[in-house]
């Protein structure tokens, strides 16, 4: 079907969907100031988050308000690098498993634990009305933290870069 006919539209909690008989794809996306972030499945719902690394940010103060007491204790005592790593990877893996439940971070993050560790993939158990495992993959690099959530996700998905510069630029010398 043509892009411009695949009915799109927005659930009770802002989450954009496939409706109608394409609705057998679920996607979900992701930007931040350099990345985009996209994923499509066939094999059941989908949640992504990226953000870039700043090595000038400090996220001190937004700890408590993501992780559980535990976790914020851990996190809290670790040297600013490595503190914000892991918070940034926690951050977008705990976004990522709340956009593939559903509801963004209308769930409250403290409500389920993502591991903090290098990349991997995980099984992660949310305990809401909506209770679910879903399978968490790290996608993070030295430049961002990324990561996919989602039901039936294969151990390593399909990653395609895309570099939107070069394909305009390739697009416009090809017009000529």
Known sequence: ??????????GAHGRP????????IDFNLSHSRRTG????SKAGTVGVDVED??????????????????????????EKSVRNDLFLRGWTRKEAVAKAVGTGFLLDPKLFQVPLDDG???????????????????LSSD????????????TRPRVRR?????TLRSRAASTR
């Open 162 to 166: 895309f570099h939107f510069a070069q």
């Open 53 to 78: 690394r700043d090595a000038r940010a400090d996220y001190s103060e937004m700890i408590d308000t993501i992780f559980e007491q535990h976790e914020a204790a851990c996190l809290h005592r670790l």
């Open 17 to 24: 969907f496939v409706a109608g008989r394409a609705a057998e």
């Open 37 to 40: 972030l996209i994923a499509i």
């Open 143 to 154: 430049a961002r933290a990324a990561a996919v959530a989602g039901v039936a996700l294969p």
């Open 120 to 138: 991997g993939s995980w099984s992660v158990s949310v305990r809401s009305p909506m209770s679910r495992r879903l399978a968490l993959i790290d």
């Open 1 to 10: 079907m043509a892009a411009e006919a695949v009915p799109i539209v927005v």
